[in-house]
């Protein structure tokens, strides 16, 4: 059972444009939100993260936006940069009190920064 | 402090034997976390350390799984008799609170022959 599905396994933009990365969940318990990047042989490295009480939630270059209706969440970063290219995992945690906040990701995007 | 630390980074090791990880979380951070990637996936969680105290474990954790993390400070997750299906990336994390991020370390990759 994915609850927390990216389902591009790819994506290429040009410099300066803007890269739109986007992510679907199921569980309705789910009330924060995170995006990752991940170089290889690298840990994630945390990027921005979005409460459920909120739709949007922006950092510089990186805006997340949530849909909690469509249970859907995009990251957009404007402008892209090649530095940008890595894979991207959208991430989520639940309600629960006693899940202590783990952490469920999709299975990522790797997005291409060309030149 | 410089963040999640993770020892070794890389680890080959032949099918059967035992193999243990330490991760060093960031000091104030008392929520640790232990995931596995495999390639073409998202990490999965393992388990999940409050202080001292083992929380949850995933279904994924088998019985040659066991993770400790004395005193609430550093964890070592140990792989007893290991089998190919084992090799992955092993990453730890910590956090300071819920619903706050995790920060990760660089994983261990394994590679059992």
């Known amino acids: 059972d994915q609850q927390v599905k990216q389902n591009s396994p790819s994506l290429s933009v040009q410099e300066g444009r803007i890269s739109i990365l986007n992510c679907d969940y199921t569980n309705s318990m789910f009330d924060y939100f995170l995006w990752y990047k991940k170089y290889p042989a690298e840990g994630p490295t945390f990027l921005i993260s979005i409460s459920s009480i909120k739709d949007k939630n922006e950092d510089g270059r990186f805006t997340v936006f949530l849909n909690k209706s469509a249970k859907h969440l995009s990251l957009h970063i404007v402008p892209s940069q090649p530095g940008d290219s890595a894979v991207y995992f959208c991430a989520a945690s639940a309600r629960e009190e006693t899940s202590g906040s783990r952490l469920t990701f999709g299975e990522g995007t790797q997005l291409t920064v060309n030149p | 402090d410089t963040g999640v630390s993770q020892d070794p980074r890389h680890k080959i090791t032949k099918r059967g034997q035992n193999v243990t990880f330490r991760c060093d979380p960031i000091?104030?951070?008392?929520?640790l976390y232990w995931y596995r990637q495999t390639l073409g996936q998202g990490p999965e969680f393992l388990t999940y350390f409050q202080n001292e105290a083992q929380l949850e474990k995933s279904r994924l954790l088998s019985d040659r799984f066991s993770a400790e993390r004395p005193k609430g400070s550093f964890s070592t997750l140990e792989i007893q008799r290991t089998e190919q299906g084992d090799s992955a990336m092993y990453l730890c994390?910590?956090?300071?609170?819920?619903?706050?991020?995790?920060?990760f370390g660089q994983g261990t990759r394994l590679t059992v022959v």
């Open positions: 994390a910590s956090s300071l609170r819920k619903n706050t991020e995790a920060f």
């Open positions: 000091s104030e951070h008392n929520r």
